[in-house]
């Protein structure tokens, strides 16, 4: 199964706005990816209240996972985005 760990930029850490950012992502993704911080239980990345549960505060390394068609460039989508400080971006109201 491939994996990704990625340190978290967001000044804020992955709270309400780069979490929902991030969320929205991992739901668009043609494979499952889950998200863990450490040793602790993967959630699934397109759940909001696992994202936050996870308490990613900036600095935080955190390992994304996927299987499937597809994984590893939703992987690399996926830490691309967690390695920006997405409460620098200016909203996408696409």
Sequence with gaps: ???RSVVIAS???LHARPAQIFVHTAARQPVRVS???GDRAPVPASSILGVLS???ARGTE???SAEGDGAAAALD???DLLARD???EEPDHA
């Design 86 to 88: 997405l409460d620098a």
């Design 11 to 13: 000044a804020q850490g």
């Design 35 to 37: 998200i863990r911080v």
């Design 1 to 3: 199964m491939p994996e």
């Design 54 to 56: 996870l308490g990613a």
């Design 77 to 79: 989508e996926l830490a």
């Design 62 to 64: 955190v390992t994304l």
